[in-house]
Structure formats: structure tokens, C-alpha cells
């Protein structure tokens, strides 16, 4: 991708976070690059909101409510990932609301980066989904600390037309029939995959275990024509028909039944996976609780909702979005039954730092086939 094409894509909110790391290798960027927008204002005053959130995440469509009380965006610093935020933070960066997934939630408040919420301030609090606000990191030791708003799922995505199967399982993602038709994710999740179809703890499993997870790996690995980075890839090959099964987010189930393509998203019997972000209200921050509770609030709202299912094919944690949706985009997603999501739903959760290297050695190791 040109340069100048991505930087002008990235300010004008029109690329989401999974596309950003890939649009950062192919344009020469670490991904330790921040870059800061503020909409209606040249430069930061010291007393106005930042938020550090996703790249993408900043597009006025996304926090309307704010920005018609008070005239003027907040001003965002981006983050491409939460490590990368986390490890910012600690170095001394100061924001007043932060984006991190719900896995993140114990590591940040044991930091003393993030304080308790006064929920009786958010708006909108009792219409988010019951499941999301019994998510282990939402509530830490009886309080909360993270206000759920953006959820997905990871699944199969398959051509109907050219993969034929018995029942829903994560075990496609191995089957020889379709050996150099299949693609990964070139992350982590691809071992909580075959970790699900070895049937141990993905989030906690032991070197004994991990034995039993490397041999699908690697068998996995003499099966699949490319690990993917960018969405885009997949969705791409699939549509040429080079692969018919994918890891995939649900918008890549839009995207290409918007080309006219059969494919269908796996509800797999061993759980869909399901990952779960949100904002949090920092410790540190500088401008003040009511502007920040302004912005809570704005991102919980369903106008929210609507701009995030529609735009970025994402989840939202208020069910008064899904109201504001047309029932053909939602059943384009997935999203006909979020509960029913939520209720066989595998969620992506903390892990120890150890387990954490573990899955990364495992992995990085598979690729390389070691």
C-alpha cells in the first residue's frame, strides 16, 4: 500500500485495527507508531479529553453524543494493539480513557492504571448485554472497571459450493481433503483452534498438552496455502476461488455474500471464539470525571452501535443498537441471536504471562516448522 494512501485512510477512520497492522508492515512502519488526530483543534490543551483507543476507533460517527454537547472531539492518541498501549502507559503516557479487551482488565488495574466506575453515571448501563457484564475482567473483586462496548467472533468461514461437511466443527481446519484450500490467521487464535479440536484448556494448557496441540499444528501447516494478516487476503483468495475455509472475523461473512459468493460462518460445537473491548476510565487522566463520562456514555449509546455493526461489522454491547440495524445486515453477520452467541461462545481471557510465551513460542515454532 502507497504510503500517503494508508496515513490519509488511517485519519479519516475508515480502517479498522485488524487491517492496521498489516497496513503498518506494508508501508514501513513499526508498530510502535503513535499518531494523534484531533478533530476541530490544532493541538492538544492539556485539559481536554484524550483517549487512546484503536486505530479507526475515532470517527465522529463514534461518539456523536459527545461531540454535539460539546462542539469538538476529544483528541485520540492510536494504539495497534494493547500490549503496545500497556507498555506506553507505564512509560508515563497520560490519557483519560483507554481502549483494552476485557482480558486486559486484572493486568492494568494491578498496575494502577485504570479506578473503579460509577456505573449509577452511565446512561446506558442497563441495556448492555447481560453475558458481556459477567465476563471475567469486567467486574475485578465485586467493582467494575471496563465499560464492554465492541465484541466479534473468530470462526470458520467456508464456500458452500466447494467444501462439503457432516456437522460444524473446528476440526475442517485440519481435514486433508482440502489440503491448499485452507487459510489461518497468522496469530495466536490459530492455536486456540487446534486447541479446542485436541480438546484441552486453550488458555491454560500444559506441556504435555502443548504436545498434543503442536502435532495438529504441524499437521495443520502441510494443509494450509497461507497464514493470513490482513483480512483482505483471505476474502480475496476466496473470492478466486484458491481457498474455500478461512479463519475469519464476521465481516469477512459481508463482505463476500456482498460479492454474491455461497459461503457460510461455522457455529462449531466446540464454541465459537468470541473477543469482547472496551473503555476504561484511567487513573491518571487530567480532564476531569464529567468529560470523561461524557464519553463513556457516547460510546455505550446505540447511535454508537448502529456505526460499528453497519461500518466495521463489529458487535456492540448496548441491545438497543441492534434496534437501529436492519435485520438482513445483522443476519449477514451472524448476529441474528447474540445471545445465543454469547451462550456457546469460547471468550478470549487473561492468561499468565507463562502461558502467554508458551502460545507465542508454539506457534512461531509451527511456522517455521519446528
Not at 18 to 41: H, I, P
Not at 129 to 139: A, C
Not at 149 to 158: A, H
Request: negative net charge; aromatic residues 12%.
Amino acid at each position: 500500500m502507497d504510503k500517503n494512501k494508508f496515513l490519509d485512510q488511517l485519519a479519516s477512520g475508515q480502517m479498522t485495527r485488524r487491517q492496521f497492522a498489516a497496513g503498518l508492515a506494508s508501508v514501513g512502519l513499526g508498530l510502535t507508531t503513535t499518531m494523534t488526530f484531533s478533530r476541530g483543534a490544532s493541538a492538544a490543551d492539556p485539559k481536554d479529553l484524550v483517549v487512546f483507543t484503536w486505530e479507526g476507533y475515532d470517527p465522529p460517527a463514534m461518539h456523536d453524543a459527545y461531540l454535539k454537547k460539546h462542539g469538538v472531539s476529544p483528541t485520540f492518541s492510536m494504539f495497534g494493539g494493547t500490549e503496545e498501549a500497556f507498555q506506553k502507559l507505564q512509560a508515563g503516557f497520560v490519557a483519560d480513557i483507554a481502549h483494552p479487551c476485557v482480558e486486559d482488565v486484572v493486568r492494568w488495574k494491578g498496575a494502577g492504571l485504570i479506578k473503579e466506575l460509577d456505573t449509577s453515571r452511565l446512561e446506558h448501563w442497563n441495556n448492555i448485554f447481560p453475558e458481556m457484564l459477567t465476563l471475567p475482567g469486567v467486574v475485578v473483586e465485586g467493582k467494575n472497571y471496563i465499560v464492554p462496548i465492541d465484541w466479534g467472533n473468530g470462526s470458520l468461514l467456508y464456500r458452500t459450493d466447494l467444501v462439503e461437511i457432516q456437522e460444524e466443527s473446528w476440526s475442517l481446519a485440519f481435514d486433508e481433503r482440502y489440503k491448499g484450500k485452507i487459510s489461518m490467521y497468522d496469530a495466536t487464535p490459530t492455536v486456540t483452534v487446534a486447541a479446542l479440536v485436541a480438546g484441552v484448556n486453550p488458555f491454560d494448557f500444559s506441556e504435555e498438552e502443548a504436545a498434543k496441540v503442536k502435532e495438529l499444528l504441524m499437521k495443520q501447516r502441510e494443509l494450509v496455502k497461507f497464514y493470513w494478516n490482513s483480512s483482505s487476503e483471505y476474502q480475496q483468495a476466496m473470492a478466486a476461488g484458491e481457498i474455500a475455509i478461512a479463519y475469519a472475523w464476521n465481516d469477512g461473512l459481508k463482505a463476500l455474500k456482498k460479492q454474491g459468493l455461497p459461503v457460510k460462518y461455522m457455529m462449531p460445537k466446540e464454541g465459537i471464539l468470541t473477543w469482547t473491548c472496551g473503555v476504561v476510565h484511567m487513573a491518571k487522566g487530567e480532564s476531569g470525571d464529567d468529560l470523561a463520562y461524557d464519553f463513556l456514555n457516547a460510546m455505550l449509546a446505540p447511535e454508537t452501535g448502529k456505526f460499528l455493526i453497519e461500518d466495521y461489522g463489529y458487535g456492540h454491547s448496548n441491545t438497543k443498537s441492534f434496534d437501529l440495524v436492519s435485520k438482513e445486515t445483522i443476519d449477514d453477520l451472524g448476529f441474528g441471536s447474540p445471545s445465543d452467541l454469547f451462550s456457546k461462545g469460547v471468550f478470549e481471557t487473561e492468561v499468565s504471562p507463562e502461558m502467554e510465551q508458551r502460545r507465542n513460542r508454539l506457534f512461531e515454532g509451527i511456522k517455521m516448522g519446528q
